[in-house]
Every structure is written in C-alpha cells, then in structure tokens.
C-alpha cells in the first residue's frame, strides 16, 4: 500500500490563499480532487512527470500545481479562492502514464489519500 497523506488545508476568506501538499514522487500520473458534501469527486488538477498540466475549468488561472521531486512532494497552490472551492481535497497517483485526455477521471489515479479539508467563506 502506498501511502498519501495530504496537508495545508483549512478555514479562509474569499479571495484567500492556501497551499495544500502531499508526499508524492516518481509516479507518472499524479493530481488532485475535491468532493464536496453530496457531489461527485471531481478532477481539480493534473500534472505528468514532464512537467505538463491540466486543470478544470473552474480553477485555471487561480490554482497552480507542482512537483518537487527534491522534497517527494506533490503541491497545490490555490490562490484567490471562492466559495464554491470549498471541499475536501484528495492527492491521487498511479504508475500509469499520465493521459491528458482521461486526468479527471478518478479511475485513472489508483492510490488516493484520506483527503485535506478546505472551507472558504465569503
């Protein structure tokens, strides 16, 4: 079993930042998810060994993702943040290569972690 724990989350204001990390290198397809209460987990941000990312519509311009194969981890950086970002964060990998047709489908990524909550209010 691999394990993926994640941190950085918390309480904030809209338009706050946070950054949210999880002990994750050498894996070809890594990302991250949000569920929030009575949603489906959803695709947040994907990123391949190269360097190459995807994100979701919702997010693109304000959330940043990394690797930082030096320290092993796998970073969110999200900044002016909204209401509707508020969700439990999940850092999710697999040994498959990375596919920037399927990185928000949750059957792609086989290891996920317990999850990071994130709660913004206006």
């Known amino acids: 079993q691999v394990p993926l724990v994640e941190s950085g989350g918390g309480s904030v204001q809209s338009g706050g930042s946070l950054r949210l990390s999880c002990a994750a290198s050498g894996y070809y397809s890594m990302g991250w998810f949000r569920q929030a209460p009575g949603k489906e987990r959803e695709g947040v941000a994907g990123?391949?060994?190269?360097?190459?990312?995807n994100y979701s519509d919702s997010v693109k311009g304000r959330f940043t993702i990394s690797q930082d194969n030096a320290k092993n981890t796998l970073s969110l950086q999200m900044n002016s943040l909204k209401p509707e970002d508020t969700a439990m964060y999940y850092c999710?990998?697999?040994?498959?290569?990375?596919?920037?047709?399927?990185?928000?489908?949750?059957?792609?990524?086989?290891?996920w972690g317990q999850g990071t909550q994130v709660t913004v209010s206006s």
């Open positions: 999710a990998v697999d040994f498959r290569p990375y596919s920037s047709s399927y990185w928000a489908q949750k059957w792609r990524y086989k290891y």
């Open positions: 990123i391949d060994r190269d360097g190459s990312t």
